[in-house]
């Protein structure tokens, strides 16, 4: 069983940056950051390629968060800047055997953690 381990979330203001690290347990996948606010569906945030110079992101975040890997750590991050409100959500790490924004192709997932932006 892969099992990915989410930290870095907190309780931050409006502007603030956060950085979330994901550690899989394993092999080298492809990367993704999921987030679901209370009464909405999960949504897809960012993604990053086993090589990570392939990334991409959701139009919301685009400019405001980067999602990178340190190969050697096997280990992903999303770094966000310029939080706002609407940022506020249960974040997942997920890993999925290819380069995909779509949550059903994801094979693990995290247990989330939560970032909550107050304005």
């Known amino acids: 069983q892969v099992q990915l381990v989410e930290s870095g979330g907190g309780l931050v203001q409006a502007g603030g940056s956060l950085t979330l690290s994901c550690a899989p347990s394993?092999?080298?996948?492809?990367m993704g950051w999921f987030r679901q606010a209370p009464g909405k569906e999960r949504e897809f945030v960012a993604v990053?390629?086993?090589?990570?110079?392939?990334?991409d992101y959701t139009d919301p975040v685009k400019g405001r968060f980067t999602i990178s890997r340190d190969r050697g750590k096997n280990t992903v991050y999303l770094q966000m800047n310029s939080l706002k409100p609407e940022d506020t959500a249960v974040y997942y790490c997920?890993?999925?055997?290819?380069?995909?924004?779509?949550?059903?192709?994801?094979?693990?997932w995290g247990q989330g953690t939560q970032v909550t932006v107050s304005s």
């Open positions: 997920a890993a999925a055997l290819y380069f995909t924004r779509q949550a059903a192709q994801y094979r693990y």
């Open positions: 394993g092999r080298t996948f492809t």
């Open positions: 990053i390629g086993v090589s990570g110079t392939t990334t």
